[in-house]
């Protein structure tokens, strides 16, 4: 079973488009990361959220606690935008980590 | 800060052979955490540690063991690695104060033959 449900797996877009991507968890959660895996495999974390909305630069991420989803908007998509972007839930029954499988994003000059 | 370092970045070993994964932060948090990621699979929690002396396990421990000494150093050692271990091997590290952000290392990619 996965508690973490990622879409679409994969997306391609042209530079300057608007993305999205989707993220559904099953489970009960303290905690939501955004996470980007660039080419060369660092992960560096965007967003933490626990309700609401955030927005760093071109990159917003909301949450909805109600309907256990999430997602992840970049506007204005650039190349450099290209990247693997993990949805993660911090579990609140205990001290566990859940990742989904990632959305692979190639931006498109 | 270095950060969240890793060594080594890449290891080949044998079936059977044993080896230890380091990793080291220096900003002082008290979760630290192993994880490894395979094609087509999310990261998934080999081990993980909410302070010194105190580790547990994640959701694929077998085959691996951890302990914490110290704040700074989780390592994670392969017992008798075996080629279902081949994977890419992520360490992070967090504060456990409701932020959670977690600041990866670089990974270490282990091939078993």
Redo the contacts between chains.
Sequence with gaps: K?E?EQSPQNLTAQEGEFITINCSYSVGI??L?W?QQHPG?????LF?LSSGKKKHGRLIATINIQEKHSSLHITASHPRDSAVY?C?V?SNTG????????TSLTVIP | NAGVTQTPKFQVLKTGQSMTLQCAQDMNHEYMSWYRQDPGMGLRLIHYSVGAGITDQGEVPNGYNVSRSTTEDFPLRLLSAAPSQTSVYFCASSRWDGTYEQYFGPGTRLTVT
């Design positions: 996965n973490v303290s905690a990361h996470l495999g660092g992960i560096v974390s933490m993990i993660a911090r001290n566990q980590f859940y990742f989904g499988t990632g």
